[in-house]
């Protein structure tokens, strides 16, 4: 596989980290939206509904809103992933655009931490 390929490779990839992102805060914004709204008709009926009911949909739709302290970990994670992927691609953009012909080293060291990188992402570590 050659450097060109790499780069096409990293810019689907982090096209799809993006969106993923994307996806994540609007479904995270969904549940803390899900969550208010639960509190809300739960105060709005507690009147109208018996206590242990009352109590449940408090608890529920607090269960929803107490996912907002995680979102800052799940973002930070993505948005690391992202910047190195960006890295690696201006990386061997600036070697492919460099006046002078390629090292065989600094290609072999790219295609090295671009593989490293590789498997990394997809075993987890």
Known sequence: MDLAAHVRFLDQAIATQQATRRFQA????GLVILGLAI?????????QIIP???????????????????????????????????FLRDEIRRVQSSA???D????????ELF????GKSLGGS
């Open 26 to 29: 609007c479904w995270a914004v």
């Open 115 to 118: 593989w490293q990188f590789i």
């Open 104 to 111: 065989p080293k600094q290609s072999e060291r790219l295609q």
């Open 39 to 47: 509190v809300v008709a739960a105060q709005l009926l507690s009147g």
């Open 100 to 102: 002078t012909p390629v």
């Open 52 to 86: 242990e009911t009352f109590k449940w949909l408090l608890t529920f739709g607090g269960g929803f809103v107490s996912t907002i302290p995680g979102l800052p970990l799940v973002f930070s994670t993505r948005k690391e992933k992202i910047a190195a992927m960006t």
